[in-house]
């Protein structure tokens, strides 16, 4: 069992940043990829960036490529997402997860998640 926490999430005008954090606790020996997903009232969860195991490869979706960054401090067992240049449709619950699987941008092949905060973009 792996345990994600999430932080930082909040309210924030148009072209301001956020940054945000998930802790991980548990079975942290299984944790290969570590993602970002996002989810906005009324619609599906949708992939946001992930890291592989080491933190030297990265992927982003088309969305926020440019703007967000993924890292991962693996001594702290921690993923951070920093959120530059924000915009109201990036308004929605932020996810982390995690996965067995060296890297993926399917939520299906994340085996944690965290509990979400929420980002609100405001125009």
């Known amino acids: 069992q792996v345990q994600l926490v999430e932080s930082g999430g909040g309210l924030v005008q148009a072209g301001g940043s956020l940054r945000l954090s998930c802790a991980a606790s548990?079975?942290?020996?299984?944790?290969?990829?570590m993602g970002w997903f996002r989810q906005a009232p009324g619609k599906e969860r949708e992939f946001v960036a992930y890291a592989t195991r080491s933190g030297g490869t990265t992927y982003y979706a088309d969305s926020v490529k440019g703007r967000f960054t993924i890292s991962r401090d693996n001594a702290k067992n921690t993923v951070y997402l920093q959120m530059n240049s924000l915009k109201p449709e990036d308004t929605a619950v932020y996810y982390c997860?995690?996965?067995?699987?060296?890297?993926?941008?399917?939520?299906?092949?994340?085996?944690?998640w965290g509990q979400g905060t929420q980002v609100t973009v405001s125009s």
């Open positions: 997860a995690v996965s067995s699987l060296y890297y993926s941008r399917s939520a299906a092949s994340y085996d944690y």
């Open positions: 548990g079975s942290i020996f299984s944790i290969n990829a």
